[in-house]
């Protein structure tokens, strides 16, 4: 009884294997796995980065000044916090405005963002002055010109034609003009007897 007992295992110990080794021989080499980098939060923080960290999109390893700055004012559970209640569209936005008002704040502890806030609003206030100063002056100028124009419209209107000579008086005055060429007398062209010029007889026949 004995034999057949420990007989009975060693037969069907070859046979339950047999499946088992022919699918391992027939199962594809696993690929070790790929090791990342651990995110700049996780890496300051000393911490494992597990695959679905909040914060690895945002603070890349190679950007670690960019979390130091966030987590030095606002802390890195607070920051979780944030991005958590937030969707995944937002967060990039407001990161950035976190890493800018942690980085405001640090150089100015009294007033942080809103002092760069004001400083920036005085800019353009001072700005909008200058541009209506200029305004007013591109203004004024074209009214001192439409001004010219119409006066110098209203000189033209008022002053009297100026008389065109008849060609009977054009004749006359150059007649007047050159005495030496007809002689001292003004009616030289008047003269009837003009007979005298050309002889007795016409040139003609």
Same mark, same amino acid.
């Not at 939060?41 to 945002?58: F, G, H």
């Not at 005055?173 to 002889?199: A, C, T």
């Given at each position: ?44 923080? @000393?911490? @494992? ?18 979390? *130091? ?21 937002? @967060? ?14 640090? @150089? ?21 002055? =200058? ?10 100028? =074209?009214?001192? =010109? ?17 008389? =065109? ?39 003609? *026949?």
């Amino acid at each position: 009884m004995e034999h057949s007992e420990v007989a009975t295992p060693c037969a069907s110990s070859p046979q339950s294997l047999s499946p088992k080794s022919s699918s391992s021989s027939s199962s594809p080499p696993r690929t070790p796995p790929v090791v990342l980098s651990p995110c700049a939060a996780c890496k300051i923080l @000393r911490r @494992r980065c597990a695959d679905k960290c909040v914060l690895a999109p945002y603070f890349p390893p190679t950007e670690p000044t960019k979390f *130091t700055i966030a987590h030095r004012v606002f802390g890195a559970s607070n920051i979780i916090k944030f991005l958590q209640e937030l969707p995944e569209s937002q @967060r990039a936005d407001a990161v950035s405005s976190m890493v800018y008002e942690a980085s405001a704040r640090i @150089r100015d502890p009294v007033y942080g963002c809103a002092g760069a806030i004001c400083q920036l609003q005085k800019q353009v206030n001072e700005l909008q002055a =200058q541009l209506a100063k200029a305004q007013a002056e591109v203004v004024n100028m =074209q009214l001192q =010109q439409a001004n010219l124009v119409a006066l110098l419209c209203m000189e033209v209107e008022q002053s009297p034609p100026s008389p =065109q000579p008849t060609p009977h008086q054009s004749v006359d005055d150059f007649i007047r003009n050159s005495p030496q060429s007809y002689g001292s007398n003004p009616s030289f062209l008047e003269d009837n007897n003009l007979e005298s010029l050309w002889g007795p007889e016409p040139l003609w *026949t």
